[in-house]
């Protein structure tokens, strides 16, 4: 198949409203790709491919720029809901366009099964959570698990010296050899918070060629090589979610979080009842259905009395977190000496908000997380990812919220 125009792309697959396609310097492209990998040409170097843009075009990369690709797809759930929705990621749509994607640049191509897998280490604990009134984030838990545990062993038993992926995010090697995570050069794509449970070992053997490069030229290379899924919308809900409506999957998993129980103020007084505490998030305001002149939002939930816990918005602020589950890329020898040391950090505790300034601290074993000035909206389950104040782009490790405390401490009612 030739190579197509921008503009024959955009004509031959109108998948949907037409995003932001910029004309690609393809021999720039190409060399980028090269010095991500930074293995000789030749080298086996398995490529992660989900069926969308990104993955895709790192396997049509790193084909021009010769390495040995082979492309691994994952079948990670059987959804009839989502075989053709758009927005929704990893669903037979995808199977099969990365299928297409592989024939045309002429690789090879495996699908594996991992949907026994990943309904153990994402679904069911995506539903566990929400149960123990907790906010999970399962794309982390699927980039920990089935992709960067078990997939990895899949690409090293296929004689590959690397494992690329689509993920906006840098990695470097120091004078020394040590690998660090960067943030990618475009911000507004950066997955590094994402990523924070990456080991060293992992990041050793992991490529990310689309580090530097903006989505616009990345859609501008597929068009430009004639892949079809150039405009092909980028994912927006929880994968094996693709309706949106994630309480009616916990309600069918978990039916017990379906259980009536009280909405009470911080100051004790009970301002109605709730239908299942599986409703409600730390932060959320609407949906309460208690009016009391001030505006409300959720914050804290109680599992085992079954009690949501709403208050003004200054309860939200939280002073310290502690952490769970926690990984560490940084230059000391664990994340514990570096809290023991007060290392000074930049914690980010949402996705879509900036890092704050806080400090490493160590308790009896315990790593916790102290902010310089309260943080809105922290929720136990979710990630904290670490940054180094004096190179705000590398990403240092994280861990999961286990706790919090409040600036304004909310009382037991």
């Known amino acids: 198949m030739r190579a197509m125009t921008l503009d024959a792309a955009i ?11 910029a004309a690609p310097d393809m021999e720039a492209a190409i060399a980028s790709a090269r010095a991500a990998v930074g293995l000789p040409v030749g080298s086996r170097v398995v490529a992660a491919m989900s069926g969308g843009v990104d993955s895709t075009v790192v396997a049509a990369l790193l084909h021009k720029a010769g390495y040995d690709v082979v492309g691994v797809t994952l079948q990670l759930y059987d959804h009839g809901a989502a075989l053709k929705k758009k927005g929704a990621c990893c669903a037979g749509q995808d199977i099969h366009d990365a299928r297409l994607a592989a024939e045309m640049l002429g690789i090879p191509h495996y699908v594996l099964d991992y949907e026994s897998r990943f309904r153990d280490a994402v679904i069911d604990q995506f539903a566990d959570s929400y149960l123990k009134g907790q906010t999970p984030v399962p794309c982390i838990r699927c980039n920990q698990t089935v992709k960067f545990r078990d997939l990895l062993d899949v690409a ?5 010296a690397a494992m690329a992926t689509g993920h906006y995010v840098g990695r470097a090697v120091t004078a020394d050899g040590r690998t660090q995570m960067r943030k990618a050069i475009d911000p507004s794509r950066d997955q590094s918070y994402f990523l924070f449970a990456t080991t060293r070992d992992q990041l050793d053997y992991l490529r990310f060629p689309l580090a530097g490069l903006e989505k616009p030229a990345v859609r501008g290379v597929a068009a430009e090589l004639g892949l079809r899924i150039a405009a092909k919308p980028d994912s927006q809900d929880i994968c094996f979610v693709p309706s949106g409506d994630y ?9 017990q979080g379906r259980e009536a129980g009280e909405i009470v103020h911080m100051d004790g007084r009970v301002l109605g009842q709730h239908a299942g505490i599986t409703d409600y998030t730390i932060g959320q305001r609407r949906g309460l259905n208690v009016a009391v002149g001030d505006p409300l939002f959720v914050v804290r939930l109680d599992p085992d009395t079954r009690r949501v ?32 040391a007060n290392t000074p950090v930049l914690a980010r505790v949402r996705s879509t908000r900036p890092p704050s300034p806080a400090r490493l601290t160590l308790s009896d ?12 909206g922290v929720a136990p389950g979710q990630a904290c990812a670490l940054y180094d104040p004096t190179d705000p782009d590398r990403l240092l490790g994280g861990g999961f919220i286990a706790s919090t405390t409040a600036v304004v401490p909310v009382a037991d009612v």
């Open 156 to 160: 090293r038993d296929l004689g590959a």
């Open 11 to 21: 004509v031959a697959e109108p998948l949907c409203a037409l995003p932001d396609i």
């Open 365 to 376: 074993g315990q790593v916790s997380v102290v902010f310089e000035t309260g943080e809105e």
């Open 309 to 340: 816990i709403v208050g003004p918005r200054e309860a939200l602020l939280t002073a310290a977190l502690t952490l769970d589950e926690t990984n560490w890329l940084g230059d000391e020898i664990s994340i514990e000496a570096a809290a023991e």
């Open 247 to 255: 309480r009616t999957l916990i309600d069918r998993l978990r039916p």
